[in-house]
């Protein structure tokens, strides 16, 4: 990150002996405390565990609160640099950007990174929404805002907050959960006006498909629920379901 704004669990990259106790780790592994003195330290831990969500939670309201427009994009952190699914999110991050939106990335390597480089060539604010992991990793160096969160729930919501649509490259697990918590925020109605658009016809239609069929089909979900996503080729085409939701939002 050149001139950007950081901020995060500074001692995560202080002691790499730490790494692999994640705070997101210590919050889910649970060991159910064997004495009285076990239960008196896990009381006091899980206080202050409350206290560092909250703080995280301010940290990136504050962080982020002058973002306005603003596309979240998801996509493999295995990409390898210069394959064609790297171009792709770059020529994907500089279309974003030249259009007038913040992009935001979760800050990592691969599609991730691509996509930040393209939003720093077009001139965008490109957003970096880190997480802490088991291993040592910084965020990408095309970011000039970038957070790097304790908590994969806190990272979440500010995806959600800070934007008014998603973008899935092709990806692994991280990128599916991003897909379906977006998608059930939507079907739910916790957010509006907020397109899903995925990126690649070869690579999602599989997926697609099986919803269509079998999750319409046994009535898992409602046929009119299909709609919630569009499949696209080019960053164009994503521009363009983009263009089209912002002025439904102008003008409901
Ligand atoms: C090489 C490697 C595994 C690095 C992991 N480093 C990561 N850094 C930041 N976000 C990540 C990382 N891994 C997964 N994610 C999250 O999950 C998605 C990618 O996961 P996946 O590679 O599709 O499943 C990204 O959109 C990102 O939000």
Redesign the pocket.
């Known amino acids: 990150m050149a001139a950007g704004r950081y901020i995060g669990p500074t001692w995560v990259c202080a002691d790499p002996a730490d790494l692999a106790l994640t705070s997101d780790r210590r919050l889910l592994n649970r060991r159910p405390p064997r004495t009285t003195a076990e239960l008196s330290q896990l009381k006091i831990d899980d206080s202050w565990r409350v206290l560092r969500i909250q703080s995280e939670f301010v940290s990136g309201f504050d962080a982020l609160l002058h973002v306005e427009d603003a596309v979240t ?7 390898p640099l210069g394959s064609d699914a790297y171009e792709l999110g770059v020529a994907l991050g500089r279309a974003i950007g030249a259009a007038g939106y913040a992009v935001v ?8 990174e691509s996509v930040n480089r393209g939003a720093r060539q077009a001139g965008a604010r490109s957003i ?4 802490e ?1 088991p ?1 040592e ?1 910084s965020l990408n160096p095309f970011i000039d805002i970038g957070i790097n969160f304790r908590y994969f729930f806190v ?1 979440k919501t500010m ?1 959600v907050k800070y934007a008014q649509a998603f973008v ?1 490259l ?9 897909l379906f918590e977006a998608l059930t925020l939507v079907q739910t109605h916790k957010v509006t006006q907020f397109p899903i658009v995925l990126v690649g016809t070869d690579f999602w239609g599989g997926l697609v498909e099986w919803i269509s069929t079998r999750l319409v089909g046994e009535g898992m979900i409602a046929a009119t629920d299909v709609g919630l996503i569009s499949v696209v080729d080019t960053p164009d085409q994503v521009v363009a379901v983009l263009e089209a939701s912002r002025a439904a939002r102008a003008d409901p």
């Open positions: 994009v998801f996509g493999s952190a295995r990409t990335t979760g800050g990592g390597p691969g599609s991730m970096g929404l880190g997480i992991l291993f990793q990272r995806f899935c092709p990806g692994g697990f991280g990128t599916l959960d991003e």
